[in-house]
Nanobody, 122 residues
Framework: QEQLVESGGGLVQAGGSLRLSCAASGRTFRNYVMGWFRQGPGKEREFVARVIWTGANTVYADSVKGRFTISRDNAKNTVYLQMNSLKPEDTGVYYC???????????????WGQGTQVTVSS
């Protein structure tokens, strides 16, 4: 099975940038749709971005459109989240996840990373 490990989180000032990485183990990385989620203080986990197998199709939450970019490198078993123009409301724990199937048209994620903290100061 896939193991996912996030890295790249940290403290950044508003307007700054961070690039998160999610390294996957296992032998079937390219078969998974990959997603990023986040959970802010006192909030529920929310969807951030998703990329299909080839990286040609991406989906973003409205709150991050135009600022965040998800990408993947199947040769390196890694998915990335480039975050630009960061805002304090982007603060939270960011998780990557892998999905291989849908239920009622919604992707269901089989594997999750441990999360990496992103803190954006005002």
């Amino acid at each position: 099975q896939e193991q996912l490990v996030e890295s790249g989180g940290g403290l950044v000032q508003a307007g700054g940038s961070l690039r998160l990485s999610c390294a996957a183990s296992g032998r079937t990385f390219r078969n998974y749709v990959m997603g990023w989620f986040r959970q802010g203080p006192g909030k529920e986990r929310e969807f951030v971005a998703r990329v299909i197998w080839t990286g040609a199709n991406t989906v973003y939450a409205d709150s991050v459109k135009g600022r965040f970019t998800i990408s993947r490198d199947n040769a390196k078993n890694t998915v990335y989240l480039q975050m630009n123009s960061l805002k304090p409301e982007d603060t939270g724990v960011y998780y990557c996840a892998a999905s291989s199937y849908t239920v009622a048209g919604e992707w269901k994620y089989d594997y999750w990373g441990q999360g990496t903290q992103v803190t954006v100061s005002s």
